[in-house]
């Protein structure tokens, strides 16, 4: 046999066996807290309950998505921050819930204190492990709620950009949608396959969306808004909810939406990631 005719065969058993370890497109299950901010806030038990609750009444979702503002407290009849004790009770708990599960869950952000500085902070958990930890870089009110309770504001810099079955996600918080502060962080050099923005009072900015080939996920907790857009090019596509939402505990529901896997995996390295969940 010729070098050409067995470089061909052994070509020919690759792509097999590629074949044969990914399957069809799976979807992707997408779930979103639907509660109003201004009227959950300060009720830091309830936000944690109703993440808590979505994890339980939809044990297959593959994203889980809550908004900005969602865990905060109320203290002589003032809205403040969670200490680090607190904060850390919050993220011991989703932890142990996310063990064991292949569920990504971006809970919303944790309004932090540390006595002296105060971060609007956003974790990101993945079968019990912090993927990431993203505090709020571009001031959409932050420096004026710190000073009401006698704290500064600290503004984030690390940027919000992690893997997950060998994908590229991105988060912004708010106000960091309007600064483009995912788009910026990649300079043009890499892309995000996911970009998940969490808000409380902001819609997209289409300049700002990082990703060209993949999805756009928005959860707001002031209108408040979900939303999922599949983006190819300039063609972008909404994904319709499904139709009935699941009540979690007073004034939380959970929002879902399926995403044909046409529509998200592009490559076959996220072919390859899905395959082996």
């Not at 005719?5 to 639907?34: D, F, H, Q, V």
């Amino acid at each position: 046999m010729t070098r050409s005719r067995c470089y061909s065969k052994t070509l020919c058993i690759a792509a097999l066996l590629c074949a044969m370890a990914a399957p069809a497109y799976a979807e992707l299950e997408i779930g979103m807290l639907n509660c109003h901010t201004d009227e959950q806030v300060a009720r830091g038990n309830d936000a944690l309950a109703g993440v808590l609750a979505a994890l339980d009444a939809a044990p297959n979702l593959d994203v889980l998505i809550a908004p900005e503002w969602l865990f905060v407290k109320e203290i002589a009849g003032k809205v403040s921050m969670l200490s680090i004790a607190e904060t850390n009770a919050v993220l011991d708990t989703l932890a142990a819930k996310t063990k064991g599960r292949d569920t990504l869950v971006v809970p919303g952000t944790i309004a932090v204190s540390d006595g002296t500085h105060y971060f609007n902070r956003l974790p990101v958990l993945h079968n019990g492990e912090q993927l990431l930890t993203y505090d709020k870089q571009s001031d959409g009110g932050d420096d004026a709620f710190a000073r009401k309770n006698g704290l500064s504001w600290r503004a984030g810099e690390r940027r919000g950009v992690f893997r997950w079955r060998g994908m590229n996600v991105g988060v912004e918080i708010c106000a960091d949608h309007s600064s483009a502060k995912l788009k910026y962080a990649l300079r043009g050099k890499e892309t995000v396959d996911m970009h998940i923005l969490i808000s409380s009072g902001l819609g997209r900015y289409n300049p700002s969306v990082a990703t060209t080939d993949g999805l756009f996920l928005q959860c707001d907790g002031y209108y408040p808004h979900q939303e999922v857009l599949s983006i190819k090019g300039s063609r972008q596509t909404a994904i319709s909810p499904q139709r009935k939402a699941i009540s979690l505990c007073p004034k939380i529901s959970l929002t879902r939406f399926t995403v044909p896997g046409s529509d998200f995996v592009g490559k076959a390295e996220r072919l390859s990631a899905r395959a082996t969940r």
